[in-house]
């Protein structure tokens, strides 16, 4: 309309011919670069807390403290290789799956009541 056809039709035809790939490569390195800004926010951290669980897990010892996935809160009383006994309250044990504990409270992370 405002343009010219014929200014249009060369200006476009110069750009296609000098840089046949200008475009698609362009694309595909900002896809690409998208891709590894989500990597490194996303995936990365997720693998790195994943791996510190499992080896929280693998390493739970006698008088742990312990949050399940069902938010059950507990202190280990046995830990073998599949199950851990927890203790919930007093002369209350609860035998768990260890694969359903989503959290090892360490004793510097755990902050004692204000009564």
């Known amino acids: 309309m405002f343009i010219p056809s014929a200014y249009a039709q060369t200006a476009g035809a110069a750009g ?21 800004v989500f990597y490194f926010l996303m995936i990365r951290p997720q693998q790195r807390r994943a791996k510190e669980l499992r080896t929280a897990i693998d390493s739970l010892k006698k008088n742990d403290q312990v949050i399940t996935t069902g938010g059950i809160l507990g202190k280990v009383v046995k830990a073998g ?3 851990v006994e927890v203790e919930v309250a007093p002369n209350v044990k609860v035998q768990v799956v260890k694969g359903a504990i989503s959290e090892v409270i360490s004793p510097t992370t755990a902050k004692p009541a204000n009564d």
């Open 81 to 83: 290789d599949v199950y």
């Open 16 to 36: 296609s011919s000098a840089d046949p790939f200008g475009g698609s490569m362009l694309f595909f390195g900002q896809i690409l670069l998208i891709g590894v």
